[in-house]
């Protein structure tokens, strides 16, 4: 009898053993999957359309708002000039915009007015930005010499 346990107790070990090696094998595929998590393909491609999409949107907007900043400028320098009219400063913007390639608006649509004794110039606009086929963009920009 005593050999029969021995065999019989060996077999339990033997099998603790093997279900212990195999909870490990089950244990580390599972960690395995858990580290394996990443970007699919189709994941991969739809970021990559995103990015795409921004970058292109960017690249159109950006000579826009630059034009605008330019614009600002102008208008700031005007003002600082001293001339005494409208038809003047009207003028002296058209000079600036010549240099600056504005191309946007004209000393024309400028609006000059006196507030408090000190000349404001003001201005608005909008742009038209054609990205994709029937797809554009509008920025309503507008400005004032006033702070």
Do not use: N
């Amino acid at each position: 009898m005593s050999a029969s346990k021995a065999v019989a107790s060996k077999a339990v070990a033997t099998r603790t053993a093997v279900s212990a090696a195999g909870a490990a094998r089950l244990a580390s595929r599972a960690a395995l999957r858990r580290a394996q998590r990443g970007l699919s393909l189709i994941g991969l491609l739809f970021v990559a359309a995103v990015v795409i999409a921004i970058a292109v949107v960017a690249m159109r907007v950006v000579p826009s708002a630059l034009e605008y900043m330019a614009i600002k400028g102008a208008v700031e320098k005007v003002v600082t000039s001293g001339a005494p009219s409208a038809r003047e400063l009207q003028v002296a913007f058209d000079r600036f915009a010549a240099v600056d390639d504005i191309k946007s608006i004209s000393g024309r649509d400028l609006i000059i007015e006196k507030v408090d004794g000190a000349t404001v110039v003001s201005f608005a606009y909008e742009k038209r930005i054609e990205l994709a086929g029937p797809v554009s963009l509008v920025i309503a920009y507008h400005g004032s010499s006033r702070h």
